[in-house]
Nanobody, 118 residues
Framework: QVQLVESGGGLVQAGGSLSLSCAASGNVFSIDYVGWYRQTPGRQRVLVASISHRDATIYADSVKGRFTISRGNAGNTVYLQMNDLKPEDTALYSC????????????WGQGTQVTVSP
């Protein structure tokens, strides 16, 4: 089992920045990928960015050049730095974990709301 706790969401004006944190605990040695997803009402959750245990990163086209995913020194916290935020970035952001040996995102945090005003 892996437990995830997100923090750092809030309200920001367009063009502003926010940094989200995802702290993992429990069986952290089982983690292959950590990903940030976002979801708006009535829509499916979509991948924003992910980072592998080897620090390989993937970004959605909509956030490339604006968002950066990174890992803290201790390795158990993953950050999402979001710059030049746009109203369309408004969503519930959740971090998820894909353990070794599966292609499924198994563990999820409770999410943190990001709201970008025009």
């Amino acid at each position: 089992q892996v437990q995830l706790v997100e923090s750092g969401g809030g309200l920001v004006q367009a063009g502003g920045s926010l940094s989200l944190s995802c702290a993992a605990s429990g069986n952290v040695f089982s983690i292959d990928y950590v990903g940030w997803y976002r979801q708006t009402p009535g829509r499916q959750r979509v991948l924003v960015a992910s980072i592998s245990h080897r620090d390989a990163t993937i970004y959605a086209d909509s956030v490339k050049g604006r968002f950066t995913i990174s890992r803290g020194n201790a390795g158990n916290t993953v950050y999402l730095q979001m710059n030049d935020l746009k109203p369309e970035d408004t969503a519930l952001y959740s971090c998820g974990v894909r353990p070794y040996g599966t292609s499924q995102w198994i563990y999820w945090g409770q999410g943190t709301q990001v709201t970008v005003s025009p």
